[in-house]
Each structure stands twice: as structure tokens, then as C-alpha cells.
């Protein structure tokens, strides 16, 4: 029979272990950092996981039957901090009446996971001591997390912000074919648009083209990135991409993104229900088939509810709301409660960075292994939380000579698979995000993927960049270029667009 715990002495003396794939990982860790103890790494683990907002699931599989090597409670915990461990830990697993065994389950647990994130985080720092170290820090709060590095002038959100003109050439070697003279576009200028359109088939560049605009923007003013990789995993592959952007790569849904995607920028009811309300939207543009109307109901009420019940809230949290609300209504399991089911086989999201923390760095986040309702599902949260803090934040700096402020860019591959869904943040964050400091490049593979019955795309971009394609919609070509063009006929390399202030096609010889 399990015994009640009731002196912190049984702790102190006792023998605590976790999984040996765990444990093994442990070791490695310990050498790889240059730590002397077995429990320093443990010990890692355990904060890193106890910061999680859900409790660690008990071990699967072959975890279950292998054990690692013990570690002496006094040892593990220390002798200053025991009970202060000893107390996170009984309060994450909501241990009413602790036994010895049942924290040493939670031990056991919470170092699994732990260990295996830190080890993850590890490689995603390509094993840099320094670069481990600084995430490390700032997810403690020991220091502020990186913000953009540039000619500088602070903004309220305390980044550093770009002003002066951001001038692109439009290739390598980016030559107009009727004048030979270079062709550009002033991203940042007054009255245009900062948004980008790249379209082009298969072979034809694009995609390269688009990183290399997205890596001059970097360059010159070191506005952080963000890019979505929904085609082939070639961006989040790419290490000099990575290098150029100083970009954190995660593979979903293997790995979790660690922003606080369902995050509020208030807990006022008026952003409780605008929070309610987007999350719905985007759900409904990803579930199997489209809710009815006392299904909508539903799953407002239960977004509603999760947020004011505790922040921040994941998707299980949501998940979970729901089915209470199901439960009270009697209403059965339905294709809704189904893709939540799907979705929360995964852990999409780990809520560890805010969006202020999230948004200041450079990501690449690459979901081309995900099913596409997890990869829609992905962009449009990201996208939902990006549109809700850029409203939060005040319109950016507007120099003398009318360039604007650049906070961040995004680039979102293979858009097609997301521009056909009317996703309303995503048509928000083009039509108004240009006050926001906010650039937007949509790569896809015709014009006819941005002629959309909810928003015409392409009336809201400063730059349409056209490589050979098909194109059905004359409307989406009068919007790109002002007339028809044989978008067929375009040699390699070579790219059409119309650039402000011109009445005519403009052709450019983008590569060689």
C-alpha cells in the first residue's frame, strides 16, 4: 500500500530515475555542455519542463520497461531548493495527497521530457554553446530576448526599428530588358504597398528569388524573418538561408513551436470574444467538413471559456472546453471534436514565448511533413496571432522623407495551399499591416491562386513578380500587370511586373 509523504527526509535520501533513452541523452548533454554531474543536466530538464503549461504524460512503449541510472534525492534537488522542487511538482501534477512513489513518477516524467527538449533545442542551436546558452537565459527571463538589430530608433515595444529607404534590386542581375539599367522597388516608400507577390512554375526561381529579397531586406536593416516552408522543407534545409537570416528552424509537427499562439493582448471580454471569434474562423477553414451553425456556437463558447479560465491556454485547453460544453449540451462526438482529436495528437504549440518575444526573432517554421489540415492549421493560428499584436502595437516610426518602419518580414512558401481558404487574418494582415511595419511575400505558382471571391490579393501588393506560368483569370492578371501578357511564353529567368508609377510591363532578367 502507498504511503503518505510527510517529511521532505524520504525525498532527501531517496533514489530517483527516468527512461534510459532519457538518461543516455542526459549523459550526452552533460558532456556536450562541459558539466561535471549527472544531476546539472537533470536538473535542466526538470525546470524546462516544469515551465510547461501541461502536465507530462506518463512514459510509452519501451520507456516504460528501460530505466536509467539513479540519481540520490539530495543530490537531484540540493539541499537549499529541495522543498521548493518538491512543492512545483506536487502542484503541476495536483497531488492532493503526495506519496513517496507518486513524486518519484512525476521525476521520472517531467525529466523525460525535459531532456529530450533540451535536447532537441540543442541541435537546433547547431550544437553553438553560446547560442544554447542565450536561449536558455532568456527563457528564464536572465536576459532580454534578441531583438532586431539596425540603424536604431526604439518603438514602445522595446525593439530596435529600421527607418530610411529599403531599396530592392530585383535579382542578380536584376536588369530592366528595355533600358539595361538595374530595376528596383522602394518597399518602404510613402503611399505604396509593402506586400510581395512571386509566381512562377515549377523550375522557373521563384522561391530562390523571393529569399534572396527577403535576405537583402535582413541584411540592410536586420529586421527579423519569418518564413512559412509548406512546399518541399528546401528553405528550413537551406543552412546558408538560415545563416543569412540568423533563423531558428522548427519542423512541425514534430517539434513543437514554442509561441503563445492563443495569446491575448488583453483579458478585457471585448479581446476575449475578438480571440474567440478568430480562432473559430481558422478552425472552421481546416475541419473536415464546415460546421453548422449550433456547432459555431459551440465552438465560440468554448474558446471563450478556456481563455477566461486560465492564460495562457494551448489548443488541448480548448479541446478540452469544448467537450465540457458538448458534455452539458448532450451532444454526441461529430466530425468538429474529430479534427480536434487530429490535432491534438500533436503538440503544435508550446506557449514559452509571447509574441512580443516570438516576433522580435527569426524563424523558419517548416511544416511540409505536416497533413495539410495541420499545416493550415499552423499558418492560420501563427497568422491570427501575428494579426493580434500588430493591432496592439502603435502605428511605426515615419521618417522626414516618408519611409516607414520595418518590423517584420514574413514569406510564406507554396501559398496556394492557404490563399484559397479566405483565412480573414491573413487578408487583414495584407490590407492593413503596412502601418504595423509589416511586409508580406506570397510565393505561389500562378496569378490565378491570388483570385480569391473574398479578397483579391493582388490589388493589395506593391510588387507582382511574374516568372513563366498559366493563368486563367484575367482578372487576377489586370490587377498584376494592367493588361495580357503570354506569362507561357517568358524565357528562363526572366520576370514581368509593373512597377509603381509605370503604365507598362516591365521585363526583367531576374537571373542568368
Known amino acids: ?244 537570416l540568423g533563423a531558428r528552424v522548427v519542423s512541425a509537427p514534430k517539434e513543437s513551436i514554442p509561441l503563445d499562439v492563443l495569446w491575448l493582448p488583453s483579458n478585457d471580454e471585448g479581446e476575449i470574444t475578438n480571440a474567440a471569434m478568430r480562432f473559430r474562423e481558422s478552425f472552421v477553414r481546416v475541419a473536415r467538413s464546415k460546421p453548422g451553425g449550433i456547432q459555431l456556437d459551440f465552438l465560440r463558447d468554448a474558446a471563450q471559456r478556456a481563455y477566461r479560465d486560465q492564460l495562457p491556454i494551448t489548443i488541448n485547453t480548448v479541446s478540452r472546453s469544448l467537450q465540457a460544453v458538448y458534455a452539458e449540451n448532450r451532444r454526441k462526438s461529430d466530425a468538429v471534436t474529430s479534427t480536434f482529436n487530429d490535432l491534438t495528437s500533436w503538440r503544435l504549440f508550446e506557449p514559452r514565448l509571447s509574441p512580443s518575444d516570438f516576433f522580435r526573432q527569426s524563424w523558419i517554421i517548416d511544416v511540409h511533413e505536416a497533413p495539410e489540415t495541420a499545416q493550415r492549421f499552423i499558418v492560420f493560428l501563427m497568422l491570427d496571432a501575428l494579426y493580434a499584436f500588430s493591432k496592439s502595437l502603435p502605428d511605426s516610426a515615419i521618417d522626414e522623407r516618408g519611409n516607414r518602419e520595418l518590423r517584420l518580414t514574413v514569406g510564406i512558401d507554396e501559398a496556394r495551399k492557404v490563399l484559397g481558404y479566405g483565412q480573414p487574418s491573413l487578408i487583414s494582415l495584407v490590407r492593413e499591416s503596412r502601418s504595423k511595419g509589416v511586409s508580406i511575400f506570397l510565393i505561389s505558382q500562378s496569378p490565378d491562386d491570388y483570385d480569391q471571391e473574398e479578397d483579391n490579393f493582388l490589388e493589395n501588393v506593391g510588387l507582382a513578380l511574374c516568372f513563366k506560368t498559366s493563368a486563367a483569370s484575367a482578372r487576377a492578371l489586370k490587377a498584376l500587370l494592367g493588361q495580357q501578357v503570354d506569362l507561357g511564353a517568358l524565357p528562363a529567368g526572366v520576370a514581368v511586373t509593373r512597377l509603381p508609377g509605370q503604365s507598362s510591363v516591365t521585363r526583367i532578367q531576374v537571373w542568368k
Open 1 to 244: 500500500m502507498v504511503s503518505p509523504l510527510i517529511t521532505l527526509r524520504a525525498v532527501d535520501s531517496a533514489n530517483f530515475r527516468t527512461s534510459r533513452r532519457a538518461d543516455e541523452t542526459n549523459d550526452r548533454l552533460m558532456g556536450k555542455l562541459g558539466l561535471k554531474f549527472r544531476y546539472e543536466p537533470a536538473r535542466l530538464a526538470l525546470a524546462r519542463s516544469l515551465e510547461l503549461d501541461d502536465p507530462p504524460e506518463p512514459l510509452q512503449g519501451v520507456d516504460t520497461e528501460e530505466h536509467g541510472k539513479t540519481i540520490l534525492g539530495r543530490n537531484l534537488f540540493g539541499d537549499q531548493e529541495l522543498s521548493l522542487w518538491i512543492a512545483m511538482i506536487i502542484e503541476r501534477a495536483n497531488l492532493e495527497e503526495p506519496s513517496l512513489e507518486a513524486i518519484q513518477e512525476q521525476v521520472r516524467r517531467h525529466w523525460h521530457r525535459g531532456i529530450l527538449l533540451l535536447a532537441a533545442e540543442w541541435e537546433h542551436c547547431e550544437e553553438e554553446y553560446e547560442r544554447f546558452l542565450l536561449q536558455v537565459a532568456e527563457r528564464a527571463g536572465l536576459v532580454k530576448a534578441r531583438g532586431a538589430r539596425s540603424r536604431k530608433t526604439e518603438d514602445t515595444t522595446g525593439a530596435d526599428t529600421i527607418l530610411g529607404p529599403i531599396v530592392l534590386t530585383l535579382g542578380d542581375p536584376g536588369t530592366d530588358l528595355t533600358t539595361q539599367k538595374p530595376a528596383t522597388w522602394h518597399l518602404n516608400g510613402r503611399g505604396g504597398s509593402p506586400h510581395v507577390a512571386i509566381m512562377g512554375t515549377l523550375g522557373t526561381g521563384k522561391t530562390r528569388t523571393a529569399m534572396q529579397l527577403i535576405a537583402r531586406v535582413h541584411e540592410s536593416t536586420s529586421c527579423p524573418v519569418l518564413l512559412f516552408d509548406m512546399a518541399k522543407g528546401d528553405l528550413a534545409a537551406d543552412r546558408q538561408l538560415i545563416r543569412a
